[in-house]
C-alpha cells in the first residue's frame, strides 16, 4: 500500500512507499558505477593526459569549477535530508559549510611555514596584528589529522548542543528557521573581529601546500575533485540508506505528523538530532573540501545569503528525492558562473525569478519535472 503526503505548506510529496532489498536497482548501480567513472577516471584523464587543443581536454578552470559545484550538491544533500525528509527548514548549514572549511583553512595556513611573506612560523595576519604565539584554538593546527577530525566535531558538537536545545523545546517551522539563521549571522560577527584569531574580513588564503604537497598543481586539483566527487557519492548512497531504513521511515513520518508519531510511542527529539547533527557534519565535509580547491576561506561564507541558496538548490532539484537538490545545485551554479560572466549585473533577478517559478509551477522541482515526462512516455 502507498500514501501520498502533504508538507504544512501543503506541497504534494513524493509517496511513503515501503522499499525492501537492495539499496537500489540494476539501473541505479549502474549510474553510480558510471558517475565515479566519471569523476575518478575519465575526468582526470581528460584533463591531465589530453593536450588543451584535443576536442574532449578538460581545462584546469573547469575542473576548479566543477568541484566547487560537487561542493555546494553535498551541501543541497544535506538540506535535502533534514528539510525534505524531516520538514525543518535551517536557514544556519552555511555555518557549518564555513566551520568546516575554517578547520581546514587552519592546517593549510600552517602549511605555508616560513614562505608567507613576514617569513614566520606564524600566519601573516598574525603578524600583522603582532601575535606573539598562537592562540589556544589553533593547538592542532599543525597536524591534518587534527584538523579533519575537527572538521568533524566542531560542526557536529555545535549542531549537538543547538539542536538539543531547540528541538526539546519544540520549536519548529518560521521560526526554527529564524533561530539558525540568527546563529549564523552572530557567527559571522564573531569571525570578522581579528582578536578572534580567525583573520577577520579577509578569512585564510595564499595556501601554499597540504601534505607537504605543493596545491597549485593540476594533480593536486584534479585529485582534489575526484575526492569531491567520491564523497558526494557515498554521502548520497548513505542518504538512501537512511531514508529506506526504518530511521527515514520514522523521519517522514515526523515531517508529516508529527504529532502523531509521538502518540505511537516514538520520541522525535532523537531522530530529529541525529539527523540535524548528520547533515551538519556533511556540509562541514563539503566546506573542508571546498576551501583547497578555491583557495579562501572569510566570513561571507556565513552569510544570510549563502545559507538561502542551499536552500534555493534543494528547491530547485526537488526536494524529498535525493538526487533533485544534487541536480538543482549543479543546475543553479552553473547557470550562475554563466549569468555572472554574460549577465553580471542580472544575476540576482534570475536567481530570484527561477526560485519564485518553482515554488509556483514546480513544487517538485526539476526532478519533478523529469519523472512527469517519464510517466507520459510510459
Known sequence: MTTTSLNSAGTLLPPLTPRRGLLLGPAGWSAVLAALLVVAVLV?????????GHVLHVSDYTVSLAGK???????????DLIWGYTGILSLGHGLFFALGGYAMGMYLMRQIGTDGQYKSELPDFMVFLNWKELPWHWSWSDSFIGQMALVVLVPGVLAFVFGWFAFRSRIKGVYFSII?????????????RNETGFGGNNGFTDFKRILDVPIATPQMRVLLFALTGCTL???????????HSKFGRVLQAI???????????????????????????MCAVAGALYVPQVGIINPSEMSAAASIEIAIWTAVGGRASLIGPIIGAVFVNGAKSWFTVAFPEFWLYF????????TLFLPQGIIGLLRKATEKQA
Open 44 to 52: 582526470p584523464l581528460a584533463n591531465l593526459a589530453l593536450p588543451e
Open 180 to 192: 539558525t539563521q540568527a546563529m549564523t549571522y552572530a557567527a559571522m560577527l564573531l569571525f570578522f
Open 351 to 358: 536567481l530570484g525569478a527561477l526560485f519564485i517559478a518553482v
Open 255 to 281: 515531517r508529516d505528523a508529527e504529532t502523531r508519531v509521538m502518540f505511537t510511542g516514538y520520541n522525535p527529539l532523537a531522530y530529529k538530532l541525529g539527523i540535524w547533527c548528520l547533515s551538519a557534519v
Open 69 to 79: 559545484i560537487l561542493c555546494y550538491a553535498i551541501c543541497a544533500l544535506a538540506m
Open 233 to 243: 557519492i557515498g554521502f548520497y548512497l548513505l542518504g538512501r540508506w537512511i531514508v
